[in-house]
């Protein structure tokens, strides 16, 4: 009789398997696929040598850059002040009429052999402003050895007696300088009353509309003007032996009522017997010569 054996059942090896289901074999792979980083190296100082030395150099770089620029500049601008390439050579004056070229350059306080770069254009123009004939200045700098000096006077429309003497005044009553013998000017006398300092504001207006009027008497031959508080602006006119006065009040309608008056007379040819109008408030009186013989 055969006798079967039996076979012992396979069991399985122990160990740990590496692929496994669910969350922990997710893990496991993850955990094998991680890199391994490499240790950060410390830096090493030299003994005796600080950590901040590389600060430090910079900054000093950095001085000694703005010392050498600032050293440079300074030897540049002594040697551009200094060079006779700048000298001033030639100044021309523009605009001038009533002062000289020779007064302008002396009031200048230009010196001979001057520096173009070196001069101070503001200090010029201030020496200039001080002459009362000086209205407006300005000095253009034309390198490298050149100015340009422009000048624009004041303009005298007036002679007023003061105290210590005659004085040139503008038109609208303000004191330009004293009347000297070698530079008159034959111009209206100008007296403004006590109390009647502001009336001088009126003056240009009223000039204008003098000369305006197209009249023979124009208005360059007017000799005498008067500004009062009570009787307003008086004007003799020496050629007509006329005098004109205007009120005040209601200023620029005063104005247009004498304007319109003596275009009206001299269309009528009347003016030359018409010596005195007088243009207050509403109203305009004319008075005129009284013929020969009545």
């Known amino acids: 009789m055969a006798i079967k054996r039996r076979r012992a059942p396979v069991r399985p090896e122990r160990g740990v398997s590496l692929l496994r289901k669910g ?16 240790a950060r190296k410390k830096k090493r100082w030299l003994p005796g040598v600080s950590r901040y030395f590389p600060v430090a150099a910079v900054t000093i770089f950095s001085i000694s850059c703005v010392v050498a620029l600032s050293l440079g500049l300074l030897y540049g ?13 030639y100044v021309e004056i523009q605009g001038n009429s009533r002062l000289s070229s020779r007064e302008i350059l002396d009031n200048s306080s230009l010196s001979e052999g001057a520096n173009t770069l070196a001069l101070s254009i503001a200090d010029v123009e201030q020496h200039l402003a001080r002459d009362p004939w000086v209205k ?27 105290q210590n003497g005659m004085y040139y005044a503008d038109e609208q009553g303000s004191i330009i300088a004293p009347v000297t ?3 008159f000017t034959p111009l209206p006398t100008l007296e403004v009353e006590k ?13 204008r509309h003098i000369r305006e009027t197209g009249l023979p008497l ?10 009062s508080a009570s009787r307003g602006v008086e004007l003799y006119i020496d050629d007509s032996r006329l005098k004109l ?50």
């Open 136 to 162: 407006e200045v300005s000095i253009k700098r034309i390198l490298p050895d050149r100015l340009v000096i422009g000048i624009s006077e004041r303009e005298p429309a007036f002679l007023v007696l003061l």
């Open 181 to 183: 013998p070698n530079q």
């Open 77 to 89: 601008y002594r040697f551009l002040t200094t060079s006779p390439y700048f000298t001033l050579k």
């Open 195 to 207: 109390g009647a300092e502001t009336s001088t504001a009126y003056l240009p207006e009223l000039i």
């Open 245 to 294: 006065s205007v009120g005040l009040e209601e200023w620029l309608d005063n104005l247009n009522r004498l304007s319109l008056t003596l275009e009206d007379l001299n269309r009528r040819k009347e003016i030359q017997a018409v010596r005195e109008i007088k243009a207050y408030g509403s109203n305009v009186w004319v008075e005129k010569s009284k013929p020969s013989g009545v």
């Open 218 to 227: 124009g208005g360059k031959n007017i000799t005498f003007v008067r500004l």
């Open 23 to 38: 969350a922990e074999g997710a893990k496991a792979q993850k955990n094998t696929r991680r890199e391994i980083k490499p």
